[in-house]
């Protein structure tokens, strides 16, 4: 029997079907149009309560504004034993058509993958975790601890609390005791054999206002001109050549120690980043602080050399970083000049053990459904709602969202970019495995 057979628990017939179920619902969420902004979130979540209706499951919405709902789905259990919650959200990063390949809203099937915006990030998930509810449900498993679906608004843009903020303030008696969310999950080959990546913590994210200052004047007249657009632009480039100070982390450390052989860590880190291009990005971005210059702003008219220009700058920083540190490392970046730096201190940073029956169970899975892999337990390289719900319950959450088959450097440059897409047995793969963790940890005893 082919491992995928085996954990699905069933016949060729029921590996098809599940593919098919998931790729459907997959299909219809990626043709429901959640870009953030606007958001639009509602629109999904009917879609999965449409596909649960004849389930018997239980949905509530969660919603402050009726357009962008949350979603809460259970499959009730005996209350002798752990919940588990499967964490995702709705709302997509926006996408122009004009960069795409493909319609990014239409949901197109090619190259035995669906084509979309979220595909990757993240309804491809949220199809695969509703499919692996439903399915235990029309078996009639019953678990001893709830299992649930926590389906999130607002995601992607910080500022309004639709989200998971809202939802944990008006649920703060949830506490699901486990919690698989967004985050690691690729396949990386390397020289010691494929590993995937656990998230079970995250870095802190801030940002930071970068103002330069000119002198205005007509923008007719010939000769030096203090503008403030040059000013930025000059900060901005010493900005990009910014190379940050290596910092190891902890959580960090397995990796090192599987990947990187003997020595130092630092030569271990370079050993380790050396296995895969993919790897080489996230263990960059895990060692240090991330700077990326997000929008610009000279205010108007044109025919006015600017007295101001504005910046807004997106930090990834390592957990315990605080807003005087990174201020530090961004001025030391900048040098000298005619600005000023607002910083935002950082949030998130917030970490779950590393060992849990949660973990035993992934690996369990992946035990028999790719034998020859590893498990590494490492950070996120970016936010998710797993620090919220972390934070304000004492869950222990993880981030990982399993792709056997696919390639991760097409996971890594094109969620939030063009042409993202996720393979039909990876979309499989990740019902199999939410179905064999939920049948595992819905078997644990308190």
Request: charged content about 25%.
């Amino acid at each position: 029997m082919s491992p995928s057979l085996d954990v699905s628990r069933g016949t060729e017939a029921d590996t098809d079907a599940l593919r098919a179920e998931a790729a459907t619902l997959l299909k219809r969420l990626v043709t429901c149009d959640t870009s953030n902004p606007p958001g639009g979130e509602s629109q999904a979540v009917a879609v999965i309560e449409d596909h649960l209706r004849d389930t018997g499951l239980e949905c509530r919405r969660i919603a402050e504004d009726p357009d962008r709902a949350n979603l809460l789905v259970r499959l009730a259990g005996a209350g002798t034993g752990p919940s588990l919650a499967f964490l995702g959200h709705l709302d997509v990063v926006p996408a122009r058509r004009e960069d795409w390949s493909v319609d990014p809203f239409a949901g197109l099937e090619r190259d035995d993958a669906i084509w979309g915006r979220g595909t990757v990030d993240m309804k491809g998930q949220v199809a695969a975790t509703t499919v692996a509810l439903a399915t235990l449900a029309r078996e009639g498993f019953r678990p001893n601890g709830d299992i649930l679906l926590l389906f999130m608004a607002n995601e992607e843009v910080a500022g309004e609390e639709l989200g998971a903020q809202y939802l944990v303030e008006q649920l703060p008696d949830l506490f699901p005791d486990y919690v698989i969310g967004e985050g690691a999950g690729e396949r990386f080959a390397t020289d010691r054999g494929p590993v995937y990546l656990l998230d079970h913590g995250v870095k802190a994210s801030a940002s930071a206002t970068l103002t330069a200052y000119g002198r205005p004047g007509d923008a007719s007249l010939p000769g030096p001109a203090q503008s403030a657009l040059s000013e930025l632009v000059a900060l901005l480039g010493r900005l990009e050549r910014h190379r940050s100070p290596v910092r190891i982390p902890e959580q960090v450390i397995p990796v090192l120690d599987a990947l990187g052989g003997t020595g130092s860590r630092e030569e271990q880190l370079t050993r380790a980043r050396a296995q895969h291009p993919g790897l080489d990005r996230i263990l960059g971005a895990l060692t240090g602080t991330v700077l990326h210059v997000t929008t610009a702003e000279v205010p108007p008219p044109q025919n006015v050399i600017a007295d101001r220009a504005c910046a807004s700058i997106t930090c990834s920083v390592l957990p315990g970083t605080s807003a005087e540190e990174l201020e530090q490392e961004l001025r030391t970046a900048l040098g000298e000049g005619r600005y000023e730096l607002d910083v935002v201190a950082p949030v998130g940073g917030s970490t779950s053990p590393a060992e849990s029956p949660l973990r035993t169970a992934i690996e369990a899975f992946l035990a028999t459904a790719d034998p020859d892999a590893r498990l590494l337990p490492a950070l996120g390289y970016g936010y998710s709602d797993c620090d919220v719900i972390r934070k304000a319950y004492g869950s222990v959450a993880y981030g990982f969202i399993p792709f056997r088959h696919g390639d991760p450097m097409v996971n890594l440059t094109t969620k939030h970019g063009a042409d993202e897409r996720v393979l039909l047995d990876d979309l499989l793969f990740q019902t199999q495995a939410a179905l064999a963790v939920a049948r595992s940890v819905g078997g644990l005893s308190r």
